[in-house]
């Protein structure tokens, strides 16, 4: 079964500055997505970026990156020029077409001012 | 559009009770997602419907758990009899396509069972 790993339950970064978040995941799939996913203090979920595994460009959504290492299985998320809005519990998530979304315990990330 | 409207926002109630939680999805949206999220066991997902249908309930804990859409615009998730252990919060979603499209979620729904 496909599992995903976020190893870091909370981190913290200074407002303007960078921080990265860790995702790993297991699977025997060629073919597959990854998402990052945001939760803020309201609860809702709120879609940040997706990755599909077959393009080897990292997806880029204006102060968010990822770098995808297909061969590591790896799916960092990189948060430039940190704000206060993105305090929240950020999630990692797998699809491929065998299985249902796989989502990670996530990452509880503050934002200092 | 509103997006994924889910109610009530919060439910108590008591053990042995019965549970129903709605979901109106994004209108035009083909799939329907209902989630579950503990400390424990972080996001799950229950099951999801295509065009109304149920294609997936793999995710539902138990019989206790019943999901209906009787039509596009509506979806419920009904415990029946609850217990401490589903205190939870219920999350609606609803994309275009499966998964490969964006996920929109509702608020969700914090549920207690005391």
């Known amino acids: 079964a496909q599992t995903v790993t976020q190893s870091q339950p909370e981190m913290s970064v200074q407002e303007a500055e960078t921080v990265t978040l860790s995702c790993t995941y297991d699977t025997s799939e060629n073919n597959y997505y990854l998402f990052w996913y945001k939760q803020p203090p309201s609860r809702q979920m709120i879609l940040v970026i997706r990755q599909e595994a077959y393009k080897q460009q990292n997806a880029t959504e204006n102060r968010f990156s990822v770098n995808f290492q297909k061969a590591a299985k790896s799916f960092s998320l990189k948060i430039s020029d940190s704000q206060l809005g993105d305090t929240a519990m950020y999630f990692c998530a797998f699809f491929s077409g065998n299985t249902p979304l796989v989502f990670g315990k996530g990452t509880r990330l503050s934002v200092i001012a | 559009d509103a997006g994924v409207i889910q109610s009530p926002r919060h439910e108590v109630t008591e053990m042995g009770q019965e549970v129903t939680l709605r979901c109106k999805p994004i209108s035009g949206h083909d799939y329907l997602f209902w989630y579950r999220q503990t400390m424990m066991r972080g996001l799950e997902l229950l099951i999801y419907?295509?065009?109304?249908?149920?294609?997936?309930d793999s995710g539902m804990p138990e019989d206790r758990f019943s999901a209906k859409m009787p039509n596009a615009s509506f979806s419920t998730l009904k415990i029946q009899p609850s217990e401490p252990r589903d205190s939870a919060v219920y999350f609606c979603?609803?994309?275009?396509?499966?998964?490969?499209?964006?996920?929109?979620f509702g608020p969700g729904t914090r549920l207690t069972v005391l």
């Open positions: 419907f295509n065009n109304n249908v149920p294609i997936d």
């Open positions: 979603a609803s994309s275009l396509g499966l998964f490969t499209d964006t996920q929109y």
